[in-house]
């Protein structure tokens, strides 16, 4: 069993940043694969970020230059740092693990508004 809880939502203008935390408990030696979704509202829930065990990222097109994916081993946290926000990147964000026996978790989300 993974347990994931996201914070570091909240509202900000274009152009700007946030940093999305997500708090791993659990199982943490069974996860292969970490990452961020989101889904915006009428919309289906996309991939934005992944990162391996072996700290290998991966971003969606629309993201890429603008967030960075990180771990913090130490501290059993997964970073997501958005810059550069757009209107368009406005949505829950969840975080997200799969184990090497393809169990998937995720966590409750977190909001991001973007508006001026």
């Known amino acids: 069993q993974v347990q994931l809880v996201e914070s570091g939502g909240g509202l900000v203008q274009p152009g700007g940043s946030l940093r999305l935390s997500c708090a791993i408990s659990?199982?943490?030696?069974?996860?292969?694969?970490m990452g961020w979704y989101r889904q915006a509202p009428g919309k289906q829930r996309e991939l934005v970020a992944t990162?391996?065990?072996?700290?290998?990222?991966n971003y969606e097109d629309s993201v890429k230059g603008r967030f960075t994916i990180s771990t913090d081993n130490t501290k059993n946290t997964l970073y997501l740092q958005m810059n550069s926000l757009k209107l368009a990147d406005a949505a829950v964000y969840y975080c997200?693990?799969?184990?090497?026996?393809?169990?998937?978790?995720w966590g409750q989300g977190t909001q991001v508004t973007v508006s001026s």
């Open positions: 997200h693990s799969r184990t090497w026996f393809d169990h998937d978790y």
């Open positions: 659990g199982s943490l030696s069974s996860i292969s694969l």
């Open positions: 990162i391996t065990s072996g700290g290998i990222p």
